[in-house]
């Protein structure tokens, strides 16, 4: 198949690819003194790898379906940093109630979720994608991008929802002073 042809070369792929980087590049140098800037941008970029993972082309004729696992590259301690980091990063405000656990329904008691767990998690995909889209090698960057795409449906787009929903009511809240926007002002120059 020609480079030209193949959808992995496509433009809502490459974008895909471009801002899943830039979502990992966020979150691995974010920096506790960096609260308020993490959430405003976070509230900006999630919306945007939501888009772009959904822009993401069926390749389920360009791979083996029943190949289903890829290459784990963001290992267990790099995630358990990351989520540890990002805990730390939000404080009291990590923590949600979710109500799209499926436990919910048989539950009189709020589930709570993390912030911190959920960005680990899309971090997660996003990152063993990149790092096997970097290799160049073409069945490898098609298993990647099918893989990515089948867990964003099945896992990890609902778990970009929920932190966008719980980092939205963080960014939008009354306690969102004025001192605060300032800040950012500030951070921003």
Not at 139 to 153: L, S
Request: glycine share 2%; aromatic share 10%.
């Amino acid at each position: 198949m020609k480079e030209s042809e193949n959808p992995i070369y496509g433009h809502n792929t490459i974008e895909f690819v471009t801002v899943a980087l830039e979502f990992c590049n966020f979150l691995e140098a974010a920096t506790e003194d960096m609260r308020l800037a993490f959430i405003d941008k976070a509230t900006k970029l999630l919306p945007l790898l939501y888009l772009k993972a959904s822009l993401l082309p069926d390749l389920s004729h360009l791979v083996d379906e029943d190949d289903d696992e890829i290459e784990q590259t963001v290992t267990e301690e790099s995630y358990d940093a990351l989520r540890e980091k990002l805990a730390t990063i939000l404080g009291d405000q990590d923590s949600y109630l979710d109500t799209f656990v499926e436990d919910m329904q048989y539950s009189d008691t709020p589930i709570t979720a993390f912030i911190s767990e959920d960005l680990a998690d899309v971090f997660q995909a996003t990152g063993d994608c990149i790092a096997l889209f970097r290799q160049g090698n073409e069945e490898a960057m098609n298993q990647a991008i099918f893989h990515c795409y089948m867990t964003f449906q099945n896992y990890w787009g609902q778990k970009l929802l929920n932190a966008l929903k719980a980092l939205h009511t963080i960014r939008y809240s009354e306690d969102w002073t004025s001192e605060e926007n300032n800040e950012l002002e500030e951070e921003k120059e």
